[in-house]
């Protein structure tokens, strides 16, 4: 039943890893989003995904790479983690070009870098 | 570009009592506005949306919101708050056409206390 799912919900690695946050939604959406928030719960854009096809890139470093294997699914991949890479992620997804735009939210992983 | 601001990062008020979170925009463009609630260690939940027509917008648990173009705000008030209202509320606003990403306020904590 769930909305929009997130993998792993927490996640705890080392400076200079490599990691991937997977995002998963049943809701026949057409566009999803990533959103960064810090340790002061601020909420930012990322990323977001249109049909597969990256329609909002904010300026992000580029260690971040966000894939979309199929409208359903949007993956972050996160290379050479940093500490000030710690925060919290949120997938999101909504129906862009319809009415209501509403956007649902994943239940967030937290990712600490050592 | 847009903004939000929220004039209140913390809001303290007795169980019962009334209570009003501040939201202002900015925008050169017609917006989208919303309020989200963050409930402790989840994700977000939509609260209410104002997309178009009637400046008055409710929840289904008792919270409503104005849209006041004239002072940019959006303002959510509940006449008579419970502890479970306590939570990170987010103001957010997004452009009605195009990608719709979601540019949030800085987030105002709302605790209740008995």
């Known amino acids: 039943d769930t909305a929009v799912s997130q993998t792993p919900k927490y996640l705890v690695t080392q400076m200079g890893n490599d990691k991937s946050i997977k995002c998963e939604q049943n809701l026949g959406h057409d566009t999803m989003y990533w959103y960064k928030q810090d340790s002061k719960k601020f909420l930012k854009i990322m990323f977001s995904?249109?049909?597969?096809?990256?329609?909002i890139n904010e300026t992000v470093p580029n260690r971040f790479s966000p894939k979309s294997p199929d409208k359903a699914h949007l993956n972050l991949h996160i290379n050479s983690l940093e500490l000030g890479d710690s925060a919290v992620y949120f997938c999101?997804?909504?129906?862009?070009?319809?009415?209501?735009?509403?956007?649902?939210f994943g239940p967030g992983t937290r990712l600490t870098v050592t | 570009a847009q903004s939000v601001t929220q004039l209140d990062s913390q809001v303290p008020v007795f169980e019962e009592a009334p209570v009003e979170l501040r939201c202002n925009y900015s925008s050169s463009v017609s917006v989208y506005l919303f309020w989200y609630v963050q409930y402790p260690n989840q994700g977000l939940q939509l609260l209410l949306k104002y997309l178009s027509g009637s400046t008055l917008v409710e929840s289904i648990n008792g919270f409503e919101a104005e849209f006041n173009k004239s002072q940019t705000s959006f303002h959510l008030r509940k006449p008579s708050v419970h502890i479970s209202d306590t939570a990170e509320y987010f103001c957010a606003v997004s452009d009605p056409v195009g990608a719709q990403k979601l540019v949030f306020g800085q987030g105002t904590r709302l605790t209740i206390n008995p």
């Open positions: 995904y249109n049909n597969k096809e990256l329609i």
């Open positions: 999101a997804s909504s129906q862009v070009w319809s009415s209501g735009t509403e956007q649902y």
